[in-house]
């Protein structure tokens, strides 16, 4: 692990700028933790849904697919675009326009009587996370100090897991009113949060990589004084700013500018790093972990559970408070560990709900206790590893003049995922005539895909803990991702002073 510097305070401007931007993650986490409850509650389903056979109002399968997944789309979308918007106004305004998207987004599902309307408002709201999810980690990523930037991209994950609980205490505090305000409190609150997050990002300094990228080193420069702090030695900012123009200058050199740039094969291992970070991102959603928090509230109500609120609130709950170890193990323990044992962890965690939920039931009481329990195991591993660290391998794998790109796809890879899941979890998990049934069986499935994530961390994905971005670059092309493990920032320093 790379030692922190002398003095914290040197250090302490780049990490408040850093969980600033972390807010961005709260509004993902709001909505997902929103739409959960929404559709449980019964003024929502009377508003937008059918009165059943039994008097109750209701959804079917298909509408529940489209409203949940709808809002990916819009994510995929602002994802994709998210480079050029960060590359063309910076990763500042791009993340404030983000947040002005999805406030109109918000208003529109807070004023919906219309269910195409409640949509519409879905994917604009949707297009603005899209837009804050690319571009925020990118931000944190280029202006965090390099022996703390997991950590600090890890607190993004964090601030959605506190997104996801806050959303699910606001639901279960408004899901008796008897009108509409029951859903469209938890809904249009969120146009405080996104004003609030772009007032904060007005105050930042930018990315001195933007400004690098832009040939304005005397602004970068400044913005480099800002991160550290205005008593930081001349030579140390002298220092930093002529590694991050000597690395851009190399990149440029080789003319990589452009998306079909992203996926060359060369000595630098672009392809490699591309795949890599589109396919960590959708394999962080095949964990299944957003089947729970998309659809627990109506599984758990379906598997018997009188309480599914509470059950929600506790899962949300276990999901934030896991995620803080992370903080520390992933600078201590690294990122290939962490993501390797998190997923033999998950593996085994949904292998024992399903295999409960088929020979026991869901409806015994010791069932729903085992349920509960391993249910909330699996998200404690998510939380302390997949969940923070998917976003941090993406966002410090790529060299500066693709990263924007590349952190664009691999995003959008997220939000593709994302939406696939979402649409499909409900044909697979009710009983609805045509759906396939499976119910707690489901887990099986996301077992597999768990065992699946170990094998892709232990042969793809490169340990990177105590490198400046500039030295990952050199890690890629002297090393494999299983011999990454036993270098460190001196190694490689050496093995590029060698090769001078």
Not at 93 to 118: E, H, K, N, W, Y
Not at 215 to 225: F, H, I, P, Q, V
Not at 304 to 327: C, D, E, H, L
Not at 457 to 472: C, D, Q, R
């Amino acid at each position: 692990m790379s030692k922190a510097p002398a003095s914290f305070k040197t250090a302490l401007p780049g990490i408040v700028v850093c969980c600033v931007a972390a807010f961005g993650g709260f509004l993902f986490g709001f909505d997902t933790g929103t739409i959960s409850g929404n559709i449980a509650m019964n003024p929502w389903l009377k508003r937008f849904g059918y009165l059943d056979s039994t008097g109750a109002y209701a959804i079917s399968s298909a509408t529940k697919s489209v409203v949940v997944s709808i809002m990916a789309v819009g994510e995929f979308c602002g994802a994709l675009l998210s480079s050029p918007v960060a590359d063309s106004i910076g990763r500042r305004f791009g993340v404030m326009a983000g947040c002005l998207v999805l406030a109109i987004g918000v208003a529109m599902q807070t004023g919906a009587s219309d269910l195409g309307v409640f949509i519409a408002g879905r994917v604009v709201g949707g297009f603005g996370i899209g837009l804050v999810s690319g571009i925020v980690p990118m931000f944190q990523s280029e202006c965090a100090p390099k022996w703390i930037r997991g950590t600090v991209v890890a607190g993004y994950q964090w601030f959605i897991t506190i997104g996801i609980l806050i959303a699910n205490i606001v639901n279960n505090a408004t899901k008796d009113n008897g009108d509409d305000s029951a859903y469209r409190i938890p809904i249009g609150i969120q146009i405080a949060f996104s004003f609030t997050l772009a007032a904060g990002m007005f105050l930042l300094p930018e990315s001195p990589r933007y400004y690098v990228k832009k040939g304005d080193n005397e602004a970068a420069r400044k913005s480099l004084t800002r991160l550290n702090g205005s008593d930081v030695d001349p030579s140390v900012l002298d220092a930093e700013l002529k590694e991050i123009t000597d690395s851009f200058a190399l990149e440029l050199a080789q003319n990589e500018t452009s998306y079909a740039d992203c996926f060359k094969k060369n000595d630098r291992k672009i392809l490699l790093r591309t795949l890599t970070g589109i396919a960590i991102q959708g394999f962080q959603q095949l964990t299944g972990v957003n089947f729970i928090f998309y659809y627990g509230t109506t599984f758990f109500k379906q598997a018997g559970f009188s309480n599914s609120f509470t059950i929600s609130m506790i899962t949300s709950g276990v999901n934030m408070v896991a995620t803080i170890p992370s903080f520390y193990l992933i600078e201590k323990v690294g990122r290939r560990k962490l993501l390797f044992w998190g997923a033999v962890v998950m593996c085994i965690c949904e292998y024992i709900v399903a295999i409960v939920g088929v020979v026991v039931g869901s409806d015994n009481t010791s069932a729903q206790t085992t349920l509960v329990v391993f249910v909330c195991i699996y998200i404690c591993a998510f939380a302390s590893t997949w969940g923070p660290i998917a976003w941090v391998v993406l966002n410090e794998i790529n060299p500066l003049n693709i990263r924007a790109k590349s952190v664009s796809m691999g995003t959008a890879s997220n939000w593709f995922w994302n939406f696939l899941i979402g649409f499909v979890t409900p044909y697979l998990v009710d009983s609805d005539a045509g759906d396939a049934g499976l119910g707690v069986k489901v887990f099986f499935i996301w077992g597999t895909t768990c065992f699946m994530c170990a094998i892709f961390t232990y042969f793809v994905v490169y340990e990177t803990k105590g490198l400046s971005l500039e030295e990952i670059d050199q890690l890629y092309i002297n090393h494999t991702a299983i011999e990454s493990v036993k270098v460190d920032s001196k190694r490689v320093l050496e093995l590029e002073n060698t090769k001078a």
